[in-house]
């Protein structure tokens, strides 16, 4: 069998590690804004600051400062004070003319987004709302 031992001495090498390309400084105002934008993605929060680093080290500094990508917060269910006030409010205006409601809209509690985004996504600490 052959065996190659110039594999193996640049496997028992010590390892240095890489020159971070970001600095202390850069580090902390990285995380102040990703603490102040938190809907934005890296590309854009690389761009508001001016990094010369990759999309890859922008994400790193945020995972290593423990924020994470979470969705936001799913709306509450009804409950039974919410129907007694909803059936309140039907009652207190079931007299009203047809000019009283074309000037209403009534969306049956969907979210609409403005934009073709899709799904919303935030960055921040676990544990956190």
């Given at each position: 069998m052959f065996y190659n031992t110039e594999c193996v001495i640049t496997l028992n090498k010590e390892r240095r590690p890489r020159q971070r390309v970001t600095t202390h400084h850069e580090d902390k105002e990285l995380l102040q804004a990703v603490l102040h934008m938190p809907f934005k993605p890296a590309t854009e929060i690389k761009e508001a600051m001016g990094l010369q680093a990759?999309?890859?080290?922008?994400?790193?500094?945020?995972?290593?400062?423990?924020?994470?990508?979470?969705?936001?917060?799913?709306?509450?269910?009804?409950?039974?004070?919410?129907?007694?006030?909803?059936?309140?409010?039907?009652?207190?205006?079931?007299?009203?003319?047809?000019?009283?409601?074309?000037?209403?809209?009534?969306t049956d509690e969907k979210t609409f987004n403005s934009s073709n985004h899709g799904r919303i996504h935030i960055w921040r600490s676990n544990n956190t709302r």
């Open positions: 990759s999309m890859s080290t922008v994400r790193r500094r945020r995972h290593s400062a423990g924020i994470h990508h979470q969705t936001p917060a799913k709306t509450e269910r009804l409950t039974d004070a919410h129907r007694t006030a909803r059936l309140a409010f039907a009652e207190q205006y079931v007299d009203k003319g047809m000019e009283f409601w074309d000037r209403k809209v009534f």
